[in-house]
């Protein structure tokens, strides 16, 4: 009754152990990369060049106009005691 069953079970576990490491998955060859804070997902690698100049668009406007407003608020969040 067992016997087909561990006749497949013995075929599968020999060809798992007959393939080379590197075909077993794509993280057993990929070559390990340094942590990236600004990007930590690596989503810039998946925009393009115009995506990519609206980001940085973006992100200069924040931190030209946007970044003193909330410093301020956060400055006046402290002195009221609400932070």
Partial sequence: ????????????LSYCAARPAAARGYAAHATP???NWQDPLNSQSLLTEEELAISETAEAYCQERMFSRVLRKF?????????
């Fill in 33 to 35: 990369q340094p942590f």
């Fill in 75 to 83: 400055c006046w969040l402290l002195r009221v005691g609400l932070g």
């Fill in 1 to 12: 009754m067992y016997r087909p069953i561990l006749r497949q079970s013995a075929k599968q």
